[in-house]
């Protein structure tokens, strides 16, 4: 009975907890602009990035060289993705409001990717002129 | 973390001596874990220190935590003396989940307080968010076993995966997010309309 209800508890008490640390995640981001050429290589038009694009940013982020950091927070988003997904495909259509918040969070996880993949960017470059400058 | 990482090492020597089914590997095991887990109350109250220094509350903090520790110690020795046919590590399992249960409780506690009293520091809000989806973790792992005994070796690695998760996301927040970074707490908890 006690075990039972510990079970509950923790298994709530563990989504809540997962949900709102990828969310800090995804805020600390959520200040950064993107740059001129992220935007184009994304082909991103305005500030807002649509949910559905975060796989295609990820693939992007993947194609550039890997930077250390990087690799938590989007194994952590990338979860946390799946997961709105799956919300989105179980409870959106009984309550549109979970689906609208649900789309909101998936368009914050596109943005982290958006920033990620700026930040690959900035660091390859950066990485190139390093290369260009000791063959000099 | 240091705690954690020495008695991996012991682990390993108890391991290769007395082997993987051993009593003793399974005392060690259970009970390193407990120690650990009262070491990790220990990194709550000093976070709750963090986020109350202006109050200068510890020293009631450190009062009620004790209180909650040895409460647990004798709701969990209660409630297995009354099964004592059972195997002792059939204690050190209950014991393990009300830990656990108490860290997870003291966290929320913890993340709870962060919020009214608007706490902005990136790097304790996600200490404490870590801190919290690992306690979580392993409460509902060892609860689970508690009720489906059976499955003791499946959620024993499943235990195991969840170790992983308290290391990795301390020293990601403790490495790569700026010590004056900011956020507002409020906002993650919220389902913004």
Redesign the interface.
């Given at each position: 009975m006690i075990a039972g209800l510990i079970l509950a508890a923790s298994l709530i008490a563990l989504l809540q907890f997962f949900v709102f640390y990828c969310r800090s995640l995804i805020a600390a981001t959520s200040t950064q602009v993107l740059s001129v050429q992220t935007r184009d290589v994304a082909g991103i038009e305005d500030a807002r990035v649509a949910g559905g694009d975060f796989g295609r940013l990820l693939e992007l982020v993947q194609l550039c060289p890997e930077r250390r950091e990087d690799r938590l927070p989007i194994r952590f988003v990338r979860a946390y993705y799946r997961l709105l997904n799956l919300l989105s495909l179980t409870f959106a259509k009984m309550f549109p409001d979970v689906g609208a918040w649900a789309e909101r969070e998936r368009g914050g996880c596109a943005y982290f990717a958006a920033v990620t993949l700026d930040r690959r960017i900035a660091f390859s470059r950066n990485l190139m002129a390093q290369q260009m400058s000791d063959q000099l | 973390m240091s705690f954690r990482l020495l008695r991996g090492v012991i682990g390993v020597g108890v391991l290769t001596h007395y082997g993987f089914a051993s009593k003793e590997y399974t005392y060690y095991y259970y009970y390193g874990d407990a120690l650990l887990t009262i070491c990790l109350y220990f990194v709550v109250l000093h976070l709750f220190s963090h986020v109350f220094d202006e109050m200068r509350a510890e020293r009631y903090l450190r009062f009620g935590a004790s209180l909650l520790l040895v409460g647990t110690a004798i709701f969990s020795y209660l409630?297995v003396h009354q099964a004592s046919n059972r195997l002792i590590t059939r204690f050190v399992i209950e014991m393990s989940?009300?830990l656990?249960?108490i860290g997870?409780v003291l966290?929320?506690v913890l993340?709870g307080a962060m919020l009214k009293l608007r706490e902005s520091r990136?790097q304790l809000?996600?200490l404490v968010?870590?801190l919290?989806?690992h306690?979580?973790?392993f409460?509902?792992s060892y609860?689970?076993r508690?009720?489906n005994p059976d499955w003791h070796v499946a959620l024993q690695y499943l235990a195991q995966a969840s170790g992983i998760w308290l290391p990795?996301?301390w020293t990601?927040t403790l490495?790569?997010?700026p010590a004056d970074?900011r956020?507002?707490p409020a906002?993650?908890?919220v389902?913004?309309?």
């Open positions: - | 409630a989940q009300n656990y249960f997870l966290t929320y993340w990136t809000v996600q968010l870590s919290g989806v306690f979580s973790a409460a509902a609860a689970l508690n009720l990795a996301a990601y490495l790569r997010t970074a956020l507002v906002r993650l908890a389902m913004h309309r």
